[in-house]
């Protein structure tokens, strides 16, 4: 149940940071405040602003948590294709979100970009993506 609640707080999180950035204030406290166990959970948050699309990784965690990071977006469009990756340390404090990585790309319209945020942890992997725009596979 709690994933279920901390799940739906990071999808209003997504929803708020499209608004703007009181919204995305917001939107990082409902992360905050999820009813949260056993360890990280992330979002992948994404919005357009002054022709550019931003994304953001952010995690939390409701015990203090040390691990790994990958943060992978890839884009393709008329104008080719490209791949960022940002990796490094985890490091969360307990009932507090952390912004991992940024990025961010022009805006074209045509353009398929999909972003995958990988947690390395003792028992395995937490992995969030995002698609933009949409759910649209590349």
């Known amino acids: 149940m709690w994933k279920t609640l901390a799940l739906a707080a990071l999808m209003g999180a997504g929803a708020a940071c499209a608004q703007g950035s009181a919204a995305h204030e917001e939107g ?3 992360i905050k405040s999820a009813a949260m166990r056993d360890g990280p959970i992330c979002t992948i948050l994404a919005h357009e602003a002054n022709g550019s699309i931003h994304f953001e990784a952010i995690a939390a965690s409701n015990v203090p948590f040390r691990g790994e990071y990958r943060l992978t977006i890839m884009s393709s469009g008329p104008g080719g294709t490209a791949d960022i990756t940002q990796s490094g340390e985890a490091a ?3 009932g ?8 961010d ?3 074209d319209d045509r353009a398929r970009r999909k972003a995958r945020l990988t947690l390395l942890t003792m028992d395995g992997e937490v992995l969030c993506e995002k698609y933009f725009p949409g759910d649209k596979d590349l």
């Open 28 to 30: 990082k406290a409902a």
């Open 92 to 94: 969360l404090e307990a």
């Open 96 to 103: 507090r979100t952390t912004v991992l990585g940024r990025a």
């Open 105 to 107: 790309f022009a805006l």
